[in-house]
């Protein structure tokens, strides 16, 4: 390396003033010396050698809008653009997996999984604060061949547990009563459901919107489950033997039903196919209603196929839970290691699993019996009307006649007027009420 | 205002194990309006040299060029006008002291005329002193200025200082101004104003008729006026761990970026891009990742275009391991097609330069496969000038014979023109 050239003098990166030389033989500027106006022989002060420009600082872009999300790989901010700042990982969109944890003794994980492109599962949690009062859990699962089928999935969830939250069937006086409002509760859930999916399919859709619907209302130790298609609820007691509540409205169900042993149908190819679903092109979408009164300390676990196709019995479920709760005893700890379970089987489908922690409450003397039953489907029970059908392989004894304690449990449950004729389930107002106080009900 | 647009071809599979990605990123300007027509006003340096090679003709078509060039730039540009010899000399404004440039007015531009026209050919030739002038007429301007720009005639081998003072004449003005070189005649040194050009991000070749000055000017300087996004930055992200293995641009010419790369932050490398005008550049960038689980996604690089420090558009470059290899063993045909166009580039400089060294084995090797990518991509130009210079036996299997007479202008034109890629056949 040479020296810089010693012309034009530059000093700090500057050129020192007065040393611009004009080419030989050129001639002098007329009166060069003698600035004329428009001349441009003005030195401003700030243009002095050595005065150093200061370059702009840097300017970082903005933050994108929305709360910073961090990456589950490294703890990095995840950016708008969805992957993580520091390590690259894809995040997983807000809809791809989210968590709800309504109160401390209930949450719900949903996750798309490792192979679908999409979450079409979704869910819906409420929940009162006071451990084992009330609670609302709903799993949706989109049907994967229709479209917009996870738009659709999540909005029939939010309504359903909407309608959910909002009634109070236990309040009723009588069993007969009380189920009947259940059964109509669910009803109405379910028709609301369907109005949000309907509210969300295009229309002239070739495939249009479809999906599940499983929901489990707790008040107290009394469980009330209501499902159309195959996504399911059961009660898994700690330390007993769990069971399944829901009834699957898929072939596989339809084979049990008929007398094949549940493993064997669902090994079928066609095991999954359901027969009953929400969306436009439903035929029927009046759930499958089931009461029971919790008799213990245990899990109430609503989820989709994604998790219990890789552990279907109770028996199974209730391992696969134990190992959940010994890793992690609390509901969102737990939901998500059955989540976590599910990936490591393969993660074949969107996995939901929703928990609420219940049996915690002492039960009233006598009363810790179970009584659960179906309550009829077919067709919606005349409010406070006695119930008429029998029981189904699923649902045990005692569903129709009221027994003593159910008798007795009535007036101390609350404060609502006595079942009668007149008396709405829906909105536990004496009929006739005014009119567009709610819609109509459809089922 | 400005839109900017950026679009990523690439296979993002990976084989399990995988590591690398490649990938070209597009992006694109439009409605970038006029130079300095928002902001700081843009400035403009014509640099002509007045040496004794020069000649009657060529001093004489240079001035010509000068003066039109004069005639193109907008009224309100500061402009200055160098006369280059074994010294750089400041023709106009003719002005001892304090800012060398001067606003365009239609004074300004008789008075600049008219100081072209006192040029004569005479003394020797000091391009990076020439340079150095350039840089200290802009920096005498302060903050004044946004745009900058030159435009830098000559016709022969920097001869009379060493080739380090070029190079750090070069190195000192990077960043301070674009330059566009063009060479008249056949004396001059290709590789030499190509380190010129490349530094300074601007474009080189060959005027080998004196008579097409004027016009080549005219272009040169409408061409620059165009810039109104001034000082653009390439900004590749890529995740900790990950390795850039190269950054390169490749249309409208490759240009190697890898080595300019500067630090933005801990995974951000920025690498100047100069000015843009409504235009697309295509960008060859490769990364290196750790390999994780078949199934896994995640994001390689994050591509962006940065104007004055704020990132305006972006491009992800992204890599997913799968087992399926109907995924993983296809080659995106961009990439397919731009690193071809990169090897034909650097086949016609090696072959011409071994030529020139006297290696015929090498220059015949050498330029036939120039010839053959040059006529598989469709690189119509290439294909043209390398015919010139060679006789083609089989464009397909790439066999050539060197031509026995071939006109040295011709050869620079190829030369000159090596870096021009075309894109994919659609």
Known sequence: MTDAPDWPQMEKGRPVAGTWRQPPGQPKPPAAAEPRPGDPTVLDASLLPGVPVVPAEPVVAAEPAGPPRSCADCGGAVDADGYCTQCGAKAPSERDRFEETPAAWVAGVCDRGLRHARNEDALATFAEEAANSRAVLVVCD????????????????????????????????????????????????????????????????????????????????????????????????????????????????????????????????????????????????????????????????????????????????????????????????VARALVAFALAQGGHDNISACLARVGLVPEPPGAAEVRDGEVPTSKLPAPGAARSAGPTPEASEDAGAPTPEEAAEGPASGAAPEASEDYDPITHQAAPRPAGSTAPLEG | MPTFTSTVYQNEFLPDGGTDVNAIVRLGVSGAGRAGASGKAPGEIIIVDTSGS???????????????????????????????????????????????????????????????????ADGGTAIGAWLNLARALFASMGNLLGYKHALLLTDGEDRDETPADLDLAIRACIGVFQCDCRGVGTDWIVSEIRKVSTALLGTVDIIPDPSRMA????????????????????????????????????????????????????LTTGYPTGSWADEERDYHIAVRLPAKAVGQEQLAARVQLAVGG??????????????????????????????????????????LAAKAAGDEATATTRLGRALQLAVASGNEEATSKLRKVVDVVDAGTGTVRLKRAVDKADEMALDTASTKTTRIKD
């Open chain 2, 215 to 266: 016009a080549e000017f005219a272009a040169i300087m409408r061409q620059s006026a165009a810039r109104g996004v001034a000082d653009a930055e390439l900004r590749v992200w890529v995740p900790q761990g990950a390795q850039i293995l190269f950054v390169r641009q490749v249309s409208p010419t490759v240009e190697e970026l890898t080595g300019r790369g500067v630090p933005v932050n801990a």
């Open chain 1, 142 to 333: 989109g049907v994967t061949s229709s479209d917009d089928s996870d738009v659709a999935s999540l909005a029939a969830a939010r309504a359903a547990r909407d309608v959910l939250a909002e009634g109070r069937p236990e309040a009723l006086g009588t069993p007969a009563s009380r189920n009947a409002a259940v059964s109509a509760l669910f009803a109405r859930a379910a028709a609301v459901a369907n109005d949000a999916v309907a509210a969300h399919t295009r229309a002239g859709a070739v495939n249009p919107a479809a999906c599940t619907f499983v929901g489990a209302l707790v008040t107290g130790n009394v469980l009330a489950v209501g499902n159309v298609g195959d996504s399911r609820a059961y009660w898994l007691p700690d330390g007993g033997e769990g069971r399944l509540l829901s009834r699957d409205d898929s072939l596989a169900g339809e084979s049990i039903a008929a007398g094949t042993p549940r493993k064997e149908a669902e090994d079928a190819a066609d095991a999954h196919t359901i027969t009953r679903w929400l969306g436009i092109d439903a035929q029927d979408v009046v759930p499958h209603v089931t009461t029971m009164n919790v008799p213990g300390p245990g899990w109430v676990l609503v989820c989709s196929d994604g998790l219990w196709n890789y552990a279907s019995e109770p028996a199974a479920l209730g391992r696969v839970l134990a190992d959940a709760v010994a890793a992690g005893p609390g509901p969102v700890a």
């Open chain 2, 54 to 120: 020069m000649g009657q003709v060529n001093m004489n078509a240079a001035k010509q060029g000068a003066m039109t060039a004069l005639d193109t730039i907008a009224d309100g540009t500061y402009f200055a006008v160098v006369a280059g010899t074994h010294e750089a000399y400041l023709a106009y404004p003719m002005v001892r002291t304090g800012q060398g440039m001067v606003e365009m007015t239609p004074r300004t531009r008789a008075e600049a005329k008219q100081a072209v026209s006192w040029f004569t």
């Open chain 2, 310 to 351: 704020e990132p305006v558009t972006q491009g992800l470059v992204k890599a997913t391991w799968s087992n399926d290899a109907a995924l993983t063993t296809r080659i995106s045909p961009e990439v397919a097609h731009y690193t071809g166009q990169t090897e034909l580039a650097a086949a016609i400089q090696e072959g």
